[in-house]
């Protein structure tokens, strides 16, 4: 393997062995000062014994959203030895290798340990306080020539849910909109599409609940990859008699294990669940009282999928007809029924129509709100699930309020600070409403002048990034181009963030190092809407800060500290972090139900995990009887047990039964009702079929409870979303009621421009000539504040005639996100230590390719990456397969040069993402990076 490739080469590594440390109080009083004395390898001894003084600390993996269960030994202050958590409810005992190296990743020899600034081309070491004092300077001057709009806040889903509201909050105090997180290129599409169909965007069940499962059903993931310990709750439902089906372009290791696997176009998910659907209907195998009962919209549905024979499916998607029919059979016939998604159907332009449409086979076949059934969206980092409902996002508050006015003035209440005072800290009233730029568009308020009128008459001139690999978004190439041109950037990280190599620019760049999430406290979401509590492993090392000092300390140089804590604790400066925000979150966030979670529950359920069924996730005894672990959104008060699957009308509320919410109003714009049938209803429901949600007007006749003179008081123009006493909800509990109503879902989404799902083809679509058939969108203005193209590039030119292969990309097990940590820890980087690209064999002998050659590919962009070939029959003759995971270089030329010494990664690759595709979803600005077309030649 060349040095280019592999970072610093296998000579340079030196695999210290993390879980073994001796002279531990020598060690603890070495930390920050000389490494070498902190890590040497482990005795024989050492290995064995465990150590007399030790402490054990229950924590959380901070790598995917499954939430897996580590036990911290822990030595005077230092993590000497992991061990996986045999009794944790949801990982059972289980680790992947990644988190099994989770000590590695917090005491890696990478790690920065002071910040650093680049002057004059060079990095050089600098003080805290003069690092935040230059930054605190120019993010002033800025705001004062060009407006609070000039900043573009970026978060990442490494930060615990206190942090991230924090960080969401920050950006508030600071006056734009511009801040977003990873949400937004993974599962925005779900969080947009599922809430716009259900009431609310999240995985419905939770992982064990599969075991009730008849059939699951995979599409567009790849569990055993992404979520090694969510596949084995898959396959112990296999081993019960559950079939699996796997739907992917590339054959995946997940699709090993599948009774059944479809490869299908890419791009084509719509057309093929619309052909089920068509084959459902046309065979009498949907769940009639279902759709009467609670599914609004189904005949335009039925309209829609009249089209897609099974015939036209094939010749849409490259599905045989009579497999579309088999499999169609096989799920529709199972009940319950599963299905579960990944990236794989978000990252389109057409990704919010996937993730609506799949929500509506279920419902078509009665699958929703029953245990092993559900659509079990499988999310990406370990708390991007938590950044999303803590609204880092550029289109909403904290828990999807939104940017009304209505959203503001709940908020200004709970941050106790005036409208009129928070409002002038925008440039203009009408900007506090406005979207602001997303990860995915922020480049273009950079490069592209014809977007600043969309900012407030200003172009980006600054960049915060916390936590978060922004050298991996779709088009490197536009990133690389922004940063160069900005006037500051700033990383938060506890490594050094490869965008800050990729730049070349010569000053006012910094890294203020970040401590990990193990040397922090808070909670974190799982993918499964369970909130579970992370306790600090140690304290940070070297001079590493958690984020929300940094934030702090950033907020007091810019003069809105007090008013920024002013809801913590006393309100006077005393709290305590994280416990006085995570009851901040809990009064704010009342629309997904949080108002039931409170540190001292979490905790509890962290000291008791052993006390869940692992099928059930149901406390079984001693404190946290009766309650699901992680109380799973929605927790409607303190004596609310969680809700484990969403929808389900069959349960009580205080049991966690649920119906739809009434999101869109009780009628259509068309005048039909939107409320469930009338013998639709939650067992023990004083109210017989479906109402409208809870408000200060309803709330007597609905539960038939009335209200004191003074609760009416403390009510008067609240609903249950904004009512901070929780008396509303309280009150609708009381008579067995949800209090958000309960309504239908609806396959109509009236606000977007495909009212209904359809089939479109990718902007770079292999299939040239089903264009004409099935065009992309009209080009969008102002989308997320930037003017995207999709019609106009969708017609520029028949691209499949310089880029004649299909690009598929995805992840590595053994590596996770851009790779930054995990091409920093020791023995993952052995796993798994170079980029590579899978290529069919008689396509890879078409063009000369030998298996092991090196190979340039390229992109519609114009962008081009060095990579090495293997020859693979996961993919079919017209595509290729490209890991996500990489970074470090860059068209060819290594990075490592450019990162201060010490730093480096133990391996390095180019990103596949420097050739993606310039195309975004049409509602949420998702990156169509599971759709593209590249050309490929040897180097």
């Given at each position: 393997?060349?040095?280019?490739?592999s970072g610093r080469g296998n000579d340079r590594r030196k695999f210290l062995k993390?879980?073994?440390?001796?002279?531990?109080?020598?060690?603890?009083?070495?930390?920050?000062?000389?490494?070498?004395?902190?890590?040497?390898?482990?005795?024989?001894?050492?290995?064995?014994?465990?150590?007399?003084?030790?402490?054990?600390?229950?924590?959380?993996?901070?790598?995917?959203?499954?939430?897996?269960?580590?036990?911290?030994?822990?030595?005077?202050?230092?993590?000497?030895?992991?061990?996986?958590?045999?009794?944790?409810?949801?990982?059972?005992?289980?680790?992947?290798?990644?988190?099994?190296?989770?000590?590695?990743?917090?005491?890696?020899?990478?790690?920065?340990?002071?910040?650093?600034?680049?002057?004059?081309?060079?990095?050089?070491?600098?003080?805290?306080?003069?690092?935040?004092?230059?930054?605190?300077?120019?993010?002033?001057?800025?705001?004062?020539?060009?407006?609070?709009?000039?900043?573009?806040?970026?978060?990442?889903?490494?930060?615990?849910?206190?942090?991230?509201?924090?960080?969401?909050?920050?950006?508030?105090?600071?006056?734009?909109?511009?801040?977003?997180?990873?949400?937004?290129?993974?599962?925005?599409?779900?969080?947009?599409?599922?809430?716009?169909?259900?009431?609310?965007?999240?995985?419905?069940?939770?992982?064990?609940?599969?075991?009730?499962?008849?059939?699951?059903?995979?599409?567009?993931?790849?569990?055993?990859?992404?979520?090694?310990?969510?596949?084995?709750?898959?396959?112990?439902?296999?081993?019960?008699?559950?079939?699996?089906?796997?739907?992917?372009?590339?054959?995946?290791?997940?699709?090993?294990?599948?009774?059944?696997?479809?490869?299908?176009?890419?791009?084509?998910?719509?057309?093929?669940?619309?052909?089920?659907?068509?084959?459902?209907?046309?065979?009498?195998?949907?769940?009639?009282?279902?759709?009467?009962?609670?599914?609004?919209?189904?005949?335009?549905?039925?309209?829609?999928?009249?089209?897609?024979?099974?015939?036209?499916?094939?010749?849409?998607?490259?599905?045989?007809?009579?497999?579309?029919?088999?499999?169609?059979?096989?799920?529709?016939?199972?009940?319950?029924?599963?299905?579960?998604?990944?990236?794989?159907?978000?990252?389109?332009?057409?990704?919010?129509?996937?993730?609506?449409?799949?929500?509506?086979?279920?419902?078509?076949?009665?699958?929703?709100?029953?245990?092993?059934?559900?659509?079990?969206?499988?999310?990406?980092?370990?708390?991007?699930?938590?950044?999303?409902?803590?609204?880092?996002?550029?289109?909403?508050?904290?828990?999807?309020?939104?940017?009304?006015?209505?959203?503001?003035?709940?908020?200004?209440?709970?941050?106790?600070?005036?409208?009129?005072?928070?409002?002038?800290?925008?440039?203009?009233?009408?900007?506090?409403?406005?979207?602001?730029?997303?990860?995915?568009?922020?480049?273009?308020?950079?490069?592209?002048?014809?977007?600043?009128?969309?900012?407030?008459?200003?172009?980006?001139?600054?960049?915060?990034?916390?936590?978060?690999?922004?050298?991996?978004?779709?088009?490197?190439?536009?990133?690389?181009?922004?940063?160069?041109?900005?006037?500051?950037?700033?990383?938060?990280?506890?490594?050094?963030?490869?965008?800050?190599?990729?730049?070349?620019?010569?000053?006012?760049?910094?890294?203020?190092?970040?401590?990990?999430?193990?040397?922090?406290?808070?909670?974190?979401?799982?993918?499964?809407?369970?909130?579970?509590?992370?306790?600090?492993?140690?304290?940070?090392?070297?001079?590493?800060?958690?984020?929300?000092?940094?934030?702090?300390?950033?907020?007091?140089?810019?003069?809105?500290?007090?008013?920024?804590?002013?809801?913590?604790?006393?309100?006077?400066?005393?709290?305590?972090?994280?416990?006085?925000?995570?009851?901040?979150?809990?009064?704010?966030?009342?629309?997904?139900?949080?108002?039931?979670?409170?540190?001292?529950?979490l905790k509890a359920h962290a000291e008791n995990w052993h006390m869940f069924d692992?099928?059930?996730?149901?406390?079984?005894?001693?404190?946290?009887?009766?309650?699901?672990?992680?109380?799973?959104?929605?927790?409607?008060?303190?004596?609310?047990?969680?809700?484990?699957?969403?929808?389900?009308?069959?349960?009580?509320?205080?049991?966690?039964?649920?119906?739809?919410?009434?999101?869109?109003?009780?009628?259509?714009?068309?005048?039909?009702?939107?409320?469930?049938?009338?013998?639709?209803?939650?067992?023990?429901?004083?109210?017989?079929?479906?109402?409208?949600?809870?408000?200060?007007?309803?709330?007597?006749?609905?539960?038939?409870?009335?209200?004191?003179?003074?609760?009416?008081?403390?009510?008067?123009?609240?609903?249950?979303?904004?009512?901070t006493t929780n008396i509303l909800v309280e009150k609708a509990l009381a008579a067995?009621?949800?209090?958000?109503?309960?309504?239908?879902?609806?396959?109509?989404?009236?606000?977007?421009?495909?009212?209904?799902?359809?089939?479109?083809?990718?902007?770079?679509?292999?299939?040239?000539?089903?264009?004409?058939?099935?065009?992309?969108?009209?080009?969008?203005?102002?989308?997320?504040?930037?003017?995207?193209?999709?019609?106009?590039?969708?017609?520029?030119?028949?691209?499949?005639?310089?880029?004649?292969?299909?690009?598929?990309?995805?992840?590595?097990?053994?590596?996770?996100?851009?790779?930054?940590?995990?091409?920093?820890?020791?023995?993952?980087?052995?796993?798994?230590?170079?980029?590579?690209?899978?290529?069919?064999?008689?396509?890879?002998?078409?063009?000369?390719?030998?298996?092991?050659?090196?190979?340039?590919?390229?992109?519609?962009?114009?962008?081009?990456?060095?990579?090495?070939?293997?020859?693979?029959?996961?993919?079919?003759?017209?595509?290729?397969?490209?890991?996500?995971?990489?970074?470090?270089?860059?068209?060819?030329?290594?990075?490592?040069?450019?990162?201060?010494?010490?730093?480096?990664?133990?391996?390095?690759?180019?990103?596949?993402?420097?050739?993606?595709?310039?195309?975004?979803?049409?509602?949420?600005?998702?990156?169509?990076?599971?759709?593209?077309?590249?050309?490929?030649?040897?180097?």
């Amino acid at each position: 393997m060349s040095e280019a490739l592999s970072g610093r080469g296998n000579d340079r590594r030196k695999f210290l062995k993390m879980s073994a440390l001796a002279g531990v109080a020598g060690v603890s009083q070495a930390v920050g000062s000389d490494q070498s004395k902190v890590l040497r390898p482990a005795t024989k001894q050492e290995l064995i014994e465990k150590y007399p003084v030790s402490k054990k600390v229950k924590t959380i993996c901070t790598y995917c959203s499954v939430g897996c269960g580590i036990i911290a030994e822990v030595v005077d202050g230092v993590w000497v030895r992991q061990e996986v958590a045999q009794d944790h409810p949801i990982s059972q005992g289980g680790h992947c290798c990644k988190g099994a190296d989770m000590i590695d990743k917090a005491r890696s020899e990478t790690r920065l340990r002071y910040p650093i600034e680049k002057v004059g081309g060079k990095w050089r070491k600098t003080s805290w306080d003069s690092a935040m004092d230059k930054i605190a300077k120019q993010l002033q001057d800025l705001t004062q020539k060009y407006g609070p709009d000039s900043v573009m806040f970026i978060g990442g889903s490494k930060c615990s849910i206190e942090q991230s509201y924090y960080f969401r909050k920050f950006a508030a105090f600071f006056g734009t909109n511009n801040l977003d997180t990873i949400a937004r290129i993974c599962h925005a599409p779900t969080v947009a599409g599922v809430s716009n169909t259900l009431g609310y965007g999240g995985m419905t069940n939770h992982l064990a609940d599969m075991m009730h499962s008849k059939a699951i059903f995979i599409i567009g993931g790849n569990p055993a990859v992404n979520h090694p310990v969510g596949m084995v709750h898959i396959l112990r439902a296999k081993e019960a008699g559950a079939k699996i089906i796997v739907v992917d372009p590339h054959f995946s290791r997940t699709a090993t294990k599948a009774d059944h696997y479809v490869r299908l176009r890419n791009g084509t998910d719509v057309a093929f669940m619309y052909g089920m659907i068509r084959h459902i209907v046309k065979n009498g195998l949907e769940d009639k009282e279902f759709i009467r009962q609670r599914l609004f919209g189904y005949e335009e549905i039925l309209k829609e999928c009249e089209q897609y024979t099974p015939e036209v499916v094939e010749e849409v998607t490259g599905v045989p007809a009579q497999q579309l029919i088999e499999i169609t059979e096989i799920f529709a016939k199972a009940k319950p029924a599963s299905l579960i998604w990944g990236m794989g159907l978000t990252q389109h332009t057409t990704g919010t129509s996937n993730t609506r449409l799949a929500p509506i086979l279920q419902m078509i076949l009665g699958n929703i709100g029953k245990r092993g059934g559900g659509t079990n969206v499988l999310r990406g980092h370990d708390n991007v699930q938590g950044a999303s409902d803590m609204g880092n996002l550029a289109d909403s508050l904290p828990g999807y309020y939104g940017l009304d006015k209505n959203a503001w003035n709940h908020f200004c209440g709970i941050w106790k600070v005036d409208f009129e005072a928070m409002q002038k800290r925008f440039k203009t009233p009408d900007m506090m409403h406005k979207k602001g730029f997303s990860v995915s568009t922020w480049r273009y308020g950079v490069t592209e002048e014809e977007n600043i009128p969309h900012n407030a008459g200003t172009k980006l001139r600054a960049l915060i990034v916390v936590g978060s690999g922004i050298s991996t978004i779709a088009r490197v190439d536009t990133t690389k181009d922004a940063l160069d041109k900005m006037d500051l950037v700033v990383f938060f990280d506890p490594y050094f963030n490869d965008a800050a190599a990729l730049t070349n620019r010569k000053d006012n760049l910094y890294i203020l190092p970040a401590a990990t999430q193990m040397e922090t406290s808070g909670s974190v979401a799982a993918t499964n809407r369970s909130y579970q509590w992370r306790s600090m492993v140690m304290k940070p090392l070297f001079e590493c800060r958690p984020d929300e000092e940094i934030l702090f300390d950033l907020a007091k140089r810019l003069g809105f500290y007090e008013e920024y804590t002013r809801s913590l604790g006393d309100g006077k400066g005393n709290f305590v972090w994280p416990d006085d925000a995570t009851r901040e979150v809990a009064k704010a966030i009342r629309t997904v139900g949080f108002q039931g979670r409170t540190p001292e529950r979490l905790k509890a359920h962290a000291e008791n995990w052993h006390m869940f069924d692992k099928f059930t996730l149901r406390g079984k005894g001693g404190p946290v009887k009766g309650e699901y672990y992680g109380l799973p959104w929605p927790c409607w008060s303190e004596k609310h047990p969680g809700t484990p699957n969403l929808w389900d009308d069959s349960i009580p509320v205080m049991d966690g039964g649920l119906g739809f919410r009434v999101r869109w109003g009780d009628v259509s714009p068309t005048g039909e009702s939107l409320l469930a049938s009338q013998d639709s209803s939650l067992p023990g429901s004083k109210f017989k079929g479906g109402h409208s949600m809870i408000t200060d007007k309803n709330v007597e006749a609905i539960t038939g409870i009335a209200l004191t003179e003074e609760e009416k008081a403390k009510v008067a123009g609240k609903t249950w979303a904004t009512d901070t006493t929780n008396i509303l909800v309280e009150k609708a509990l009381a008579a067995g009621l949800s209090p958000m109503g309960n309504g239908r879902a609806r396959a109509i989404v009236w606000e977007w421009t495909d009212q209904i799902p359809k089939h479109r083809e990718p902007i770079y679509t292999i299939r040239h000539d089903l264009i004409s058939q099935y065009p992309t969108f009209k080009d969008k203005p102002n989308h997320f504040r930037a003017n995207i193209r999709y019609e106009s590039r969708q017609k520029e030119k028949d691209w499949t005639k310089e880029f004649p292969l299909n690009m598929l990309s995805g992840r590595l097990v053994a590596q996770f996100g851009t790779g930054t940590e995990t091409r920093s820890a020791h023995y993952l980087a052995e796993v798994q230590p170079e980029m590579f690209v899978e290529i069919h064999p008689e396509t890879a002998t078409d063009l000369g390719v030998k298996h092991g050659d090196m190979v340039w590919v390229h992109g519609t962009n114009g962008a081009k990456i060095l990579v090495k070939a293997r020859h693979s029959y996961k993919v079919n003759k017209t595509s290729v397969f490209l890991p996500q995971n990489f970074g470090g270089m860059y068209q060819g030329e290594s990075l490592v040069p450019y990162h201060i010494a010490g730093t480096e990664p133990y391996v390095i690759g180019e990103s596949c993402n420097t050739i993606t595709s310039d195309a975004y979803d049409i509602n949420t600005s998702t990156p169509e990076t599971k759709c593209g077309l590249c050309r490929i030649e040897k180097a």
